[in-house]
């Protein structure tokens, strides 16, 4: 790229990258590397590891292991505790895979075909 930086100011930008096989895309973008660069976006309302924890605590208690997170949700609010939604209840319990399918799953039956 600096071989092209070089010509640029006597034979142009589309000339030098076509005298060098360089495309005319590369030459720009190497112009300014580092323009192109985005943080990754971080969620502000994300949780913290420690309220985390503090949640999957409450679902492990002796007082809600039996009960779904929708009925732990309604429990919370009616003694005015907010900690966070049902899906994020279900993220938090999906992340330690302590969430299932609960439908009866069959397999599929080959049948042999009949002969005569």
């Known amino acids: 790229m600096n071989i092209a930086q070089s010509l640029v100011s006597s034979i142009g930008i589309k000339s030098a990258c076509q005298c060098l096989g360089v495309p005319r895309a590369s030459f ?5 590397p580092h323009s192109c ?4 976006n971080l969620p502000p309302l994300k949780l913290s590891p420690e309220e985390r924890l503090v949640i999957l605590e409450i679902l492990h208690s002796d007082r809600f292991m039996d009960k779904a997170p ?13 900690y966070c939604s049902i899906r994020t209840m279900y993220r938090i319990l999906n992340a330690e895979n302590e969430v299932k399918e609960r439908r009866r799953n069959h397999r599929q039956r080959h ?6």
């Open 70 to 82: 929708h009925e732990i949700y309604a429990t919370l609010l009616d003694e005015g505790q907010y």
């Open 37 to 40: 660069m985005k943080k990754p």
């Open 111 to 116: 049948y042999q075909k009949p002969e005569l």
């Open 28 to 32: 720009y973008r190497n112009r300014h």
